[in-house]
């Protein structure tokens, strides 16, 4: 059996899953194919437009002075966009399957959730208490830059770095910031290996989700309560393609699956793994991309 697709774009809002009834057979395996190669585009997302200045007072006395006046807007939901997924811990030690993951492409090229500093990493002055999950204390430390006194409007403020050892990467959410103590209190503890945070070999971090850190071209930030996109454009608006993945799981799953083929299909845009393997037994994946996956891009669990 042969499913040729004919060359075109063809959303995709929901798993496309295989289990064993679904097989083939060493003389006559099922196989999925484009017509001609790589015209077959099979993606998870979609184009986002609408961009318009920021007018409202609150949001730009949150910006930097240096990019009020160059940050746009444009409503999500407006547009039919209403899953943002969410924003998880994620790391070493941190269990599960791969975090769904929401991200902005313009032209292709994946932007920057606004982050400070815009490069590299901050150390931390002091730490004051490590965080443990029993009894359960929140992390706590004092910062150096005064940068921090900035994000108090920030609902949902992440760090990003190294808070024990220096190959095991993690995030903590900030519960609090005390400017006038200089200190960031953390949602949940720093619990990898158990111990909470150590600053032994040199806790390192950058923040990121600040709508008051959106300093330069390509940076964004998404209000998930109200559903408004701001981004400073990396090029003018009008003239770019703004894309965004929406479906939140993997785009082809194969469960038990045997002598399957999929021949010089491309997929494209998800915040999950693009294909997963489980169990299978000759399978192939000849002559297709795969591109813009938030998770992996072919997972393989067993099988031969």
Partial sequence: VAVRFKPGEYRIRETFAL?????GTEQAPVVYRAEKKGTAVFRGGARISGFAPVTDAGVLARLP????????????????VTDFGEIRARGFGVAGDTIPTLELYADGVPLTPARWPNEGF?????????????????????????????WLQAKDAQLFGYFRWLW????????????????????????????????????????FNLLEEIDRPGEWHLDRASGLLYLYPPADPARTVFEIPLL???????EGVSHVRFEGL????????AVVLKGCTRCLLAGCT???FAGGGVAIDGGT
Avoid: W
Wanted: glycine share 10%; net charge positive; charged share 30%.
């Fill in 19 to 23: 289990a064993a009834a679904d097989s």
């Fill in 65 to 80: 002075a240096e990019s009020r006046g160059k940050v746009v807007q444009c409503d999500l939901k407006a547009q039919g």
């Fill in 122 to 150: 901050v150390r931390i002055a002091r730490l004051v208490e490590p965080g443990s999950r029993s009894p359960r204390k929140p992390s706590v430390f004092e910062y150096v830059d005064d940068r921090p006194a900035r």
């Fill in 168 to 207: 095991a990467d993690g995030t903590v959410r900030v519960a609090s910031i005390d400017p006038a103590a200089k200190r960031i209190t953390t949602v949940e503890p720093y619990a990898y290996g158990g111990g909470g945070m150590d600053n032994g070999q040199g806790i390192r971090y950058y923040a």
């Fill in 248 to 254: 939140p799981t993997p785009m082809v799953r194969l």
């Fill in 266 to 273: 491309d997929f494209d845009l998800g915040r999950h793994d």
């Fill in 290 to 292: 795969i591109r813009r």
